[in-house]
């Protein structure tokens, strides 16, 4: 009977996600771990405690892909051990932004996100802003309309 064998099974995708399924054979766990070329550092603007709010899940998310990140919000807090600062501080080796933040108050963070020198800003639905995206296309910053949350989960972040 092959109920107790046990199994281990991996296979990795195009994208370099690797996902691996062990337990026995009468239940089988699956488990997905993404192997990233580099992590990439990013800077969640919008960042709340509040665990229903996408920026507190896309906190999350990046922690358990690998990729090392500081948040910035309306109140100080912690996700996950990682401080949420407020206003604009100094930080160094941001490679992306990632938008949780309306448009209309996004104007009081162009020049600070600009000056962080991102490679792209990841514009999440409700932050689209054509305005400011043209803008950083200007300065050779690479503007994303997409989802955080799904380009973690589909492998293309």
């Given at each position: 009977?092959?109920?107790?064998?046990?199994?281990?099974?991996?296979?990795?995708?195009?994208?370099?996600?690797?996902?691996?399924?062990?337990?026995?054979?009468?239940?089988?766990?699956?488990?997905?771990?993404?192997?990233?070329e580099?992590?990439?550092?990013?800077?969640?603007?919008?960042a709340?405690?509040?665990?229903?709010?996408?920026?507190?899940?896309?906190?999350?998310?990046?922690?358990?892909?690998?990729?090392?990140?500081?948040?910035?919000?309306?109140?100080?807090?912690?996700?996950?051990?990682?401080?949420?600062?407020?206003?604009?501080?100094?930080?160094?080796?941001?490679?992306?932004?990632?938008?949780?933040?309306?448009?209309?108050?996004?104007?009081?963070?162009?020049?600070?996100?600009?000056?962080?020198?991102p490679?792209?800003?990841?514009?999440?639905?409700?932050?689209?802003?054509?305005?400011?995206?043209?803008?950083?296309k200007?300065?050779?910053?690479?503007?994303?309309?997409?989802?955080?949350?799904?380009?973690?989960?589909?492998?293309?972040?």
């Open positions: 009977m092959l109920t107790h064998q046990k199994a281990a099974i991996s296979s990795q995708t195009a994208t370099g996600a690797e996902w691996f399924i062990t337990g026995t054979t009468e239940s089988a766990t699956i488990n997905r771990y993404v192997m990233e580099s992590p990439k550092k990013t800077l969640i603007i919008g709340t405690e509040n665990p229903t709010r996408y920026a507190n899940r896309a906190a999350h998310s990046l922690l358990r892909y690998g990729h090392p990140i500081e948040m910035v919000g309306l109140r100080a807090g912690r996700v996950e051990g990682h401080p949420i600062q407020t206003g604009q501080p100094e930080l160094t080796g941001i490679d992306t932004v990632t938008m949780y933040v309306g448009a209309r108050n996004q104007p009081p963070l162009y020049e600070y996100i600009k000056s962080l020198k490679k792209r800003v990841i514009f999440n639905p409700g932050a689209e802003n054509p305005e400011f995206e043209a803008d950083l200007k300065e050779g910053i690479e503007p994303i309309d997409a989802c955080t949350l799904v380009m973690l989960s589909v492998g293309n972040y």
